[in-house]
Nanobody, 123 residues
Framework: QVQLEESGGGSVQSGGSLRLSCAVSGVSVTSLCLGWFRQAPGQEREGIAVISRSGDLTYNHAFEGRFVVSRDHAKSTLDLQMAALNPADSAMYYC?????????????????WGQGTQVTVSS
């Protein structure tokens, strides 16, 4: 059974950085399409980046340049390094995983989700 657990959220001032980590258990990280998503109150869940089983990384263009995703097979983690944060980045951040073929930003295709970690950016 795939289990995902996010950590690293918190409060930061505008312009600051945060690093989130998603611990993957139950399967190898290379067996999954993994992704980072976020959802702010009253808004739809949006994809930040996804990484396929083979390691192909795709970013939502809205985040490219400020957010960097990395996967560590040995540690079984998927990290999200965020820079130049602003209040609009305040949201619950989720790690998600799916087995099988295909790896895109369609959130409904992901069967495993972490509980989320809150990021709050103050101005």
């Amino acid at each position: 059974q795939v289990q995902l657990e996010e950590s690293g959220g918190g409060s930061v001032q505008s312009g600051g950085s945060l690093r989130l980590s998603c611990a993957v258990s139950g399967v190898s990280v290379t067996s999954l399409c993994l992704g980072w998503f976020r959802q702010a109150p009253g808004q739809e869940r949006e994809g930040i980046a996804v990484i396929s089983r083979s390691g192909d990384l795709t970013y939502n263009h809205a985040f490219e340049g400020r957010f960097v995703v990395s996967r560590d097979h040995a540690k079984s983690t998927l990290d999200l390094q965020m820079a130049a944060l602003n209040p609009a980045d305040s949201a619950m951040y989720y790690c998600a995983g799916k087995l099988g073929f295909g790896c895109d930003f369609y959130a409904n295709a992901f069967s495993a989700w972490g509980q989320g970690t809150q990021v709050t950016v103050s101005s």
